[in-house]
């Protein structure tokens, strides 16, 4: 390959392997010295971190329930299990490490293989639950999201849902906030890289109030349009935003009749990350509705027998 | 590698380079792209503006500090490590001990990486430069970078929502179109041809023409 020359016809010169490898060197001291500051940056902030985020999920799971003191919350932890096919959930009360940790075990079929209540649990499936029962975090299985079932005086009262949706850069992260009827709460952007301006908007109050009051057969019929946001409908939205629980603003109430069948309205210039929410909120209830008709008998079972 | 031969400027001189004389945004045509997407409102370009001072002041003192063993041939990627090393520490610390504020400003600092305004500072000053008179121009341009954004972000937010950093001035319906991307260019566009005016009139009419057909 001698006859390689410049775009201008000059030709090529010879690249000393010297100064190559000092470019070389220089570039690997570099990158390992920014590896370095960054390794440690990481480990130092870690902790930190993961404190910060739970604590960032616990007033957000408090304040979409908008319970008092007497409610009590399970986390539900999902697992898939590919090679056995079948689905862990983890149930625990939430924000209390030392509780004890309930294990349901479903095959993908629906059926029940394993229950740490004991009912059907078979004689392999108990001592395995018994095991896992204990760790924190089961090894090699594909975590599937978690949920949080509400109960207030022994009555279930609500859910709030973990969720994932591949947006305009990155991943949103959210939580949808049901009620006992599985209609729509609320629902509560956690974390997304969308563009401050522009995509960003889809955590605005405003925007995630459009989900509110809708039944789970709504939300699973939901769309997203381009056109814009009625006057009265947005200045309803704020009202009801910005209400503190009680009673939804009467204007709210009205209107929402006449929007409720219709699509979510796109953040101005930015359809691609009001998509990627409504497609997470829709695929998030709908499959939280055939999830619960599995796990209810299951978490209530307990909670009655007790 | 000239700087023992002539005396560098002084700080006051540095700051008002960056802030009036080669403003960034206004006369020297940089990082328009971000310009454009963030400044819709007053707050949005106070913050990002914020975090590319930060940024910016840290990375030029790193290459002022490290000049002499970066390898000249390889100096732009670099630079670029050396950003993006930055960017991701300042990310990790507050998302650690500062959540509330990282959940405002987040997703200003990952844009970051990328600005063009921060590079060329590394590659025309910081890395021919000593450490105090490089500290110095970073501030000097990171708080021209931050008044421009806050100057455009005032322009669009009161035509385009009606409303200054937050506050409804007027309930009549905005100019929509000035809170759009578009509106964004042309915003800038009315900026440059204004400050240009202003400095003409100034000057005299002798001032040389504004800087441009820079990318980035």
Redesign the interface.
Known sequence: MSDLVHIDGAPRPKADPK?IA??AM??V???AV?AI??GG??VG??R??RE??L??ERSAVSGMLAFGEGAEVTEVRQYLDAPKREVRYLAKEYGNESAPTREFVFGLDGSLHASTAGAVASASGAAESAESANTAEPAGLEELGRLFVAKQGGALAGFVLEGESRGYKNRIRFFVALDSSLAVKGVRVLE???????G?EIATPVFRAQFSGRTPDEIAALGVTRDPMPEDWHAALSAFASSTGGEAPAEWRTLMDRERTKPIYAV??ATISSRALTRGVKGTVDHFRRRWALLAPQLEGEGASR | MSETTERPPGALQLLFNGIVSENPVFRLALSLCPAV?????VA?GFI?GVAVLAVQVLSSLTVAIARG???P??RI??YT??I??WV??ID??L???T?SL??QVG??I??IVAFAIIISRLEVFASRQPLVPSFWDAVGMGLGFMIALMVIGALREVLGSGSFFGIVLFKTKPL?FF???AGGFFSIALLMAFFNALERKLTGGTAKPAAGGHHG
């Open positions: 100064v000092g470019i220089n570039l001291l570099v990158c920014s500051v960054l940056v990481y902030t870690e930190y971190q910060a985020r604590a960032g997304h890289e969308e563009d401050p301006g522009l960003a101005t210039g | 997407a963030v400044t819709t409102t949005n990002l063993v970066i390898h041939r390889v990627p670099v490590i050396i993006a090393v991701s520490a990790m610390t998302a650690a001990f959540p990282y959940a997703l200003y990952k844009l929509l809170a759009l991307p």
